[in-house]
């Protein structure tokens, strides 16, 4: 009897306990406001914060962190440097391939610019060594199909994001 008593008590403690929980689910903080498309290409912060939103937008099943690269404009006074070294940072991981699973993303003010990155960056690719792997371009819609026509034969899933 002692025992059937002492489980009562521990069910009905355990149900309090998990209605108090219920209760401050019901206090959610509102959903995020949505990141607009910056207007100043040397803004980094700004284009980091929309193309961050656009990136976690476009995961899908993908549970690993993302190599998400931004690709400055070439207007700002440091871009030429800074887009040598994220060609070269791109280069490397597609060199390397990238496990299945994982997401390569790209995108900043330049379409164009971040086309071009990819295009090369995937002419060393070898047939099928990104199956499984999604590859997000982030762009202009004029730039897709070229950005596409170079990440095909990697064997990648391609996805498009308009900016």
Excluded: H
């Excluded at 962190?65 to 060609?87: K, L």
């Excluded at 990155?117 to 995937?122: G, T």
């Amino acid at each position: 009897m002692r025992k059937f008593l002492f489980i009562a008590a521990i069910a009905l403690l355990g149900t309090l306990g998990l209605s108090a929980c219920n209760n401050n689910q019901s206090e959610a903080p509102a959903a995020q406001t949505k990141v607009t498309k910056p207007t100043d290409p040397n803004d980094i912060k700004a284009w980091q914060a929309y193309l961050s939103q656009i990136v976690e937008e476009n995961m899908g099943n993908i549970t690993n962190p993302p190599y998400v690269y931004f690709v400055p404009s070439s207007s700002d006074p440091a871009g030429n440097a800074t887009i040598g070294r994220v060609q070269g940072q791109i280069n490397d991981v597609v060199a390397a391939t990238v496990l299945p699973g994982n997401m390569v993303a790209a995108g900043g003010p330049s379409s164009a610019t971040t086309a071009e990155l990819l295009e090369n960056a995937f002419k060393q690719a070898a047939a099928g060594s990104f199956k499984g792997v999604v590859v997000l371009f982030i762009g202009d819609k004029a730039d897709e199909p070229a950005v596409k026509a170079a990440v095909d034969p990697s064997g990648a899933t391609f996805k498009f994001a308009q900016m």
